[in-house]
């Protein structure tokens, strides 16, 4: 299934993204609540299961699977307080999930820098016992509501290579975490020449906890990663779309990054490839 992250439609009524959604083909989304959806309150303590249900219901009425609920929080933020608070938020998706027809709950995995920025503490053992310790708590209240928590890597943040990636998984030892892997996140100018090998390198590490792809393109300009539309890019799409069918057949594989005038051909794009390979 090819799926879309609702908020890049844009913010609107439940209903009016859902249909959007459908009208463009696609059979399921990524939906982070406070991002996409205008006339709900979300709020910490006003989830519940009725509210989880009426969006739901909204999404199925269109025939759009809620694949991801997005939670976007910095799980190393170092003001603790606000760390608290973000965490408590994302446990509040996890103990709803289930009613959005839903069984996982994504996030990336943060800085130590307050705005996100990279910071070299990211690569420093303290930022790894901070986001272990955040991943672990989230992972525990997991297990209680029988929901997934995937982590997504990104250069930048603290979890940022493949070996990485496999060292949280291997502390944590849950199989209530899993990945969503994004090849894009995990390259910069210093591996894109490379790509190949990190791809394959994580599909050797971690490919059976890889639950969700997120697929979009990227450029190199004087140093500096850009976003690009799927297919006009630097991605090695025929190599990683054969990957993905031969190791995760069927694996939802949801669209991020793209504009309502370039996700349909993004769309058509990856359906194409994973028709040849």
């Known amino acids: 299934m090819i799926g879309i992250r609702a908020h890049d439609l844009g913010k609107m009524p439940?209903?009016?993204?859902?249909?959007?959604?459908?009208?463009?083909?696609f059979d399921c989304t990524h939906l982070a609540l406070q991002k996409a959806i205008t006339d709900y309150d979300f709020s910490l303590?006003?989830?519940?299961?009725?509210?989880?249900?009426?969006?739901?219901?909204?999404?199925?009425?269109?025939?759009?699977?809620?694949?991801?609920?997005?939670?976007?929080?910095?799980?190393?933020?170092?003001?603790?307080?606000?760390?608290?608070?973000?965490?408590?938020?994302?446990?509040?998706?996890?103990?709803?999930?289930?009613?959005?027809?839903?069984?996982?709950?994504?996030?990336?995995?943060?800085?130590?820098?307050?705005?996100?920025?990279?910071?070299?503490?990211?690569?420093?053992?303290?930022?790894?016992?901070?986001?272990?310790?955040?991943?672990?708590?989230?992972?525990?209240?997991?297990?209680?509501?029988?929901?997934?928590?995937?982590?997504?890597?990104?250069?930048?943040?603290?979890?940022?290579?493949?070996?990485?990636?496999?060292?949280?998984l291997d502390e944590i030892d849950s199989n209530n975490l899993q990945v969503l892997f994004d090849p894009v996140n995990l390259l910069d100018a210093n591996n894109a020449g490379s790509q190949r090998e990190m791809i394959s390198e994580a599909f050797e590490l971690f490919g059976d906890r890889i639950l969700i792809i997120h697929a979009k393109d990227f450029i190199i300009e004087n140093g500096v990663k850009k976003g690009v539309p799927i297919g006009k890019g630097m991605l090695d799409y025929p190599f990683f779309i054969k990957l993905v069918k031969e190791r995760k057949p069927g694996i939802e594989i949801l669209i991020e990054d793209s504009t309502p005038e370039t996700m349909e051909y993004s769309r058509l794009y990856i359906q194409e490839l994973l028709e040849r390979a």
């Not at 439940?14 to 009208?23: D, N, P, T, Y």
């Not at 519940?48 to 939670?71: D, H, T």
């Not at 053992?125 to 991943?135: D, G, H, L, Q, T």
């Open 14 to 25: 439940v209903r009016e993204l859902a249909r959007k959604i459908s009208e463009k083909g």
């Open 45 to 168: 303590g006003k989830l519940n299961p009725g509210m989880a249900k009426e969006i739901r219901e909204a999404f199925y009425k269109e025939n759009v699977l809620i694949s991801v609920l997005g939670c976007y929080i910095n799980p190393v933020h170092p003001d603790e307080k606000a760390r608290r608070e973000q965490l408590d938020r994302f446990k509040e998706h996890i103990r709803f999930a289930r009613d959005f027809g839903c069984s996982i709950v994504a996030t990336e995995t943060g800085s130590l820098d307050h705005d996100w920025s990279y910071t070299p503490e990211n690569n420093t053992p303290k930022a790894f016992k901070m986001i272990v310790e955040s991943v672990a708590e989230l992972v525990r209240e997991a297990e209680k509501f029988g929901v997934i928590v995937c982590i997504e890597g990104v250069t930048t943040h603290t979890v940022s290579t493949p070996k990485i990636m496999k060292k949280v």
